[in-house]
């Protein structure tokens, strides 16, 4: 199937983010984001210059743009923090954006490739990583759990509009 790699997400990538997450496949996940590039551009300008404690990135395999992943510390973000109740941690959110990757199995490889190519490096410091689906997208879960991931405290983050669960691994399972 190919590499599967990672470059920092910049202006002209947002076209294809606000597609993406706009996507039949992807908008109950991502109902509360941007419709237009305007407001991609308004809504992420912290992140896209640098001053924002969350990271994005954009998923490429074999070369092709097929989504996107963010990262933060679960420290940068109070309410999340409390919720979580692992400040150590690294928190990151992901997107197979690309129709045609769904439920091939491209999601795992990506988790544990972003896991241990990002985050291990980036956050040498970080003792565990955590994602936190909604707790209706089982398809994310499953792709967690299928990489050492575990199931823990159901959240309900400020701004979210259904629970999350808060999935968890050691760094370990990635170095």
């Given at each position: ?12 990538d947002l076209?294809?983010?606000v ?10 996940w991502f ?17 896209l ?8 990135w954009?998923v490429q ?6 989504g996107y ?10 309410d ?11 928190a ?6 690309d129709?045609m990757?769904?439920?091939?199995g491209v ?9 241990s190519?990002?985050?291990c ?5 970080a ?7 909604d707790v209706?997208n089982?398809?994310?879960?499953r792709?967690l759990e299928?990489?050492?991931?575990l ?7 400020e ?7 808060v999935c ?5 399972l990635?170095?």
């Amino acid at each position: 199937m190919g590499a599967i790699t990672f470059r920092r997400l910049v202006e002209d990538d947002l076209p294809q983010l606000v597609t993406w997450m706009a996507a039949q496949h992807a908008r109950p996940w991502f109902d509360e984001e941007p419709r237009s590039v305007e407001a991609a551009r308004r809504t992420y300008a912290a992140e896209l210059d640098g001053t924002s404690a969350t990271r994005m990135w954009i998923v490429q395999l074999a070369g092709l743009d097929i989504g996107y992943v963010q990262d933060y510390p679960v420290s940068a973000y109070d309410d999340y923090a409390v919720r979580v109740k692992d400040p150590e941690a690294v928190a990151f959110d992901y997107l197979i954006g690309d129709p045609m990757f769904v439920g091939k199995g491209v999601g795992p490889r990506m988790i544990r490739a972003f896991c241990s190519d990002v985050l291990c490096r980036d956050h040498p410091e970080a003792p565990r990583f955590v994602a936190s689906p909604d707790v209706r997208n089982t398809r994310s879960i499953r792709a967690l759990e299928k990489c050492g991931f575990l199931q823990g405290l159901w959240i309900q983050p400020e701004s979210v509009s259904h629970p999350e669960v808060v999935c968890t691994a050691r760094r370990g399972l990635f170095e």
